[in-house]
């Protein structure tokens, strides 16, 4: 069973730096939050486990390994669905390394409403694929994981998306841009549905394929707007590194 548990948040103290652009939005008469990063300047990368093989869990444990290679988390969210031992649910790719196999199957949740999709980050260029068609024709990925279901797929929403939808959540999601170059992190600000969540990606961010990240356990680290939350562990973490000042 997938670990979903409520997020607390809690904000502490951050020294503000440069950051990717970070902001807040209104969509739809609900608040977001999004940053949109520049590849050639912030290469993305995941976090799961320390030297010691133990989850990182939160921003503040990464930051802390950071620290000691003068380095500090630059934007960051959680990175997709994982277990009660946050071991993640489907793909997962980190410096190279495949720790978890594709998941092709229709399955209970978010994470098995098919499509879902794969985030791939390679170097300078990412991608959002749909993950059957992944499993077909791997991306050369550095780094990657797999979530669902899919918000956007080639400019339309998920077909399975209702307008009325009653389900809502505090929710993020990735998406990225038509060459590949920009990769956008968007987080709600109040409960949604994916309907609104998809067309955010779709209509207001310009993002022809997007990904649901996960909902309840939504967290977002952007130094720039003096934000880190915290609350239970996470799995895999999704971010950008910048020196330490």
Not at 105 to 124: D, R
Not at 155 to 168: A, C, I, M, Q, V
Not at 182 to 207: K, Y
């Amino acid at each position: 069973m997938m670990w979903r548990l409520l997020a607390l948040i809690v904000l502490w103290p951050i020294p503000a730096q440069a950051d990717p652009a970070c902001g807040r939005v209104e969509f739809d008469g609900t608040p977001f939050t999004t940053c949109r990063i520049t590849l050639a300047d912030d290469p993305l990368r995941l976090w799961l486990r320390d030297e010691t093989g133990a989850p990182y869990g939160s921003f503040r444990q990464i930051n802390r390994a950071l620290a000691d290679q003068g380095l500090t988390l630059g934007v960051a969210m959680n990175g997709g669905m994982y277990h009660a031992d946050r071991a993640p649910v489907g793909l997962y790719i980190e410096n190279g390394k495949e720790e978890m196999r594709v998941i092709t199957s229709e399955g209970p949740g978010n994470f098995g409403l098919l499509p879902n999709g794969v985030f791939c980050a390679m170097g300078n260029r990412a991608a959002v694929v749909e993950s059957r068609s992944f499993a077909e024709k791997p991306e050369p990925c550095e780094f990657a994981t797999q979530s669902g279901p899919m918000l956007v797929i080639d400019g339309e929403l998920h077909p399975r998306f209702l307008e009325d939808g009653t389900s809502k959540y505090i929710r993020n999601g990735v998406g990225v841009s038509e060459n590949g170059h920009e990769v956008v992190f968007a987080i709600s600000d109040r409960p949604v549905n994916f309907h609104q969540f998809g067309r955010l990606f779709r209509d207001e961010l310009q993002t022809p394929n997007a990904l649901f990240l996960d909902g309840n356990i939504s967290r977002l680290h952007a130094p720039s707007l003096n934000r880190s939350d915290g609350g239970f562990p996470m799995g895999p973490i999704l971010g950008t590194v910048r020196p330490l000042d």
